[in-house]
């Protein structure tokens, strides 16, 4: 009330000469208008509504709003610098939601905000951040755990809350983790996201919760929808021999085997069926074994063979030595280049060895040819189009060698007909 004190008045009559009399008027108040002393009080009341309500000693009572640093507050508390709390106690340093604490950093390192996010009792080294109501409210010797939404890191059940966990991530309403053993470097992803296992990351619930997942696309069609035009997945590499601990479903590739592995039935398998690549000739530095082993360059590759070179009477052939390398059958791939002015004449592939085949020799790849066959081009010889052809010879055998023989019907002249063979792949199984 110190401002409701006492107005004083003091009128000063001064005396002037006898012929005339005036008189001046003084008004001032105490505290004067413009005070720069200090001001004492023992208690303090702002707001007619309080103008008889004697505050306690130490007490200030705003009835409307109070503002500091502004004549304008626009709230019951307006400040325009910082609002400095200690840290927080059981007692102090809490920004409180009703008898609630809300915004707190009680403990070491940590971080709550949320009714009743954390708690007034963790010990340790903490770190810890929980946003979202209770969240990690069960914490009591957690480490540097996140967790991010209603109930989150206490699940809905507070069955399995986290009391001691390390580096865990939860996420989402009542994600946590789904086991009362404290977990480390674990995250749950989602709405009733559960997580057991340390080192894991779930993404999404079970049932009603499950997710799908779209890398790119907004409605995924599959539990993982990968969606990127010339991108790719990358599948766990293993550079060493043998496979890794499986169980049905798996795949991974073996770069010390060349090939995918599938874990179906109870056993890995290699993706291909069992193939394995033991010779691949590419014609671009030689032609190891080829008779005859004469090449030349077409569409910007070495191949063997080729316009003027191979053709009418001239088959290319070649003994591979499978002497060590256990099999039961064979698999011959290559690419067959027609060139120039074919006119329906045979290319033929065969592969020749001991069990596989009844006699000497047998065809196992054949087509029919035709310089106007779709999809040809000219890749180079005559300005007659050129046409490639894939392929693919398979069959049993287990003998120690195996010959390959290209060749065709051609009739007519090296340069008006030819043919030519590149990226030879022989695979056993
Ligand atoms: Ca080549
Ligand atoms: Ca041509
Ligand atoms: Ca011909």
């Known amino acids: 009330m ?24 003084l008004v001032t108040y105490y505290p004067t208008a413009a005070n720069t002393g200090d001001q004492h ?44 709390l200690p840290p927080t106690t059981a007692t102090t340093g809490i920004i409180m939601s009703g008898a609630n604490p809300f ?69 989402g309403m009542n994600a946590g983790p789904g086991t009362l053993d404290p977990l480390i470097n674990a995250t749950a992803l989602g709405a009733n996201a559960l997580v057991s296992a340390d080192n894991a990351l779930v993404l999404g619930g079970t049932g009603t919760d499950a997710v799908s997942v779209g890398i790119g696309p907004p409605t995924p069609q599959a539990t993982l929808d990968v969606t990127s035009d010339g991108g790719a997945i ?10 890794p601990a499986g169980v049905n479903g798996m795949i991974y590739y073996n770069a010390n085997a060349k090939r995918f592995r599938t874990y179906q039935d109870g056993g890995w398998q290699s993706l291909d069926g069992g ?18 082993g004469n090449g030349t360059t077409i569409a910007g590759t070495l191949i063997l063979g080729g316009y003027n070179v191979a053709g009418k009477g001239v088959t290319l052939s070649k003994y591979f030595d499978l002497t060590g390398i256990p099999h039961t059958q064979i ?9 120039d002015s074919w006119d329906g004449e045979w290319a033929y592939v065969w592969a020749a060895g001991n069990t596989i085949v009844t006699t000497a020799r047998r065809v196992i790849w054949a087509q029919r040819i035709n310089q106007t066959d779709p999809g040809r081009a000219n890749f180079g010889g005559s300005p007659a189009t050129d046409g490639i052809y894939h392929a693919v010879l398979t069959g049993p055998h287990s003998d120690n060698s195996l010959g390959v023989t290209a060749g065709s019907t051609l009739d007519q002249g090296l340069t008006d007909e030819s043919y030519g063979i590149d990226n030879v792949e022989v695979w056993v199984r």
């Open 234 to 243: 990358l599948v766990p590499r293993k550079t060493t021999a043998g496979d």
């Open 275 to 292: 193939w394995r690549l033991v010779y691949r000739d590419d014609f671009e530095s030689g032609a190891n074994g080829w008779s005859p």
């Open 331 to 339: 698999k011959v791939e290559l690419d067959y280049y027609a060139i």
């Open 2 to 25: 110190i401002f409701r004190r006492a107005l004083y008045a003091l009128l000063i009559l001064f005396s002037a000469l006898p012929a005339f009399a005036e008189t001046l008027e």
């Open 103 to 171: 915004i707190h950093n009680f403990g070491a390192n940590n971080f709550f905000a949320g009714v009743d996010a954390g708690n007034l009792k963790m010990t340790g080294v903490g770190g810890n951040t929980g946003v979202g109501r209770e969240a990690l409210k069960l914490s009591a010797t957690g480490i540097f755990n996140t967790a991010v939404g209603f109930h989150a890191g206490v699940t809905n059940t507070l069955a399995n809350a986290d009391t001691a966990g390390v580096r865990n991530t939860y996420i």
């Open 41 to 84: 009080t023992t208690g303090l009341t702002v707001g007619p509504g309080y103008l008889n309500v004697d505050p306690a000693d130490g007490v200030a009572l705003i009835e409307t709003r109070l503002g500091i640093g502004t004549n304008d507050p626009q709230e019951q508390l307006q400040i325009t610098g910082n609002l400095r």
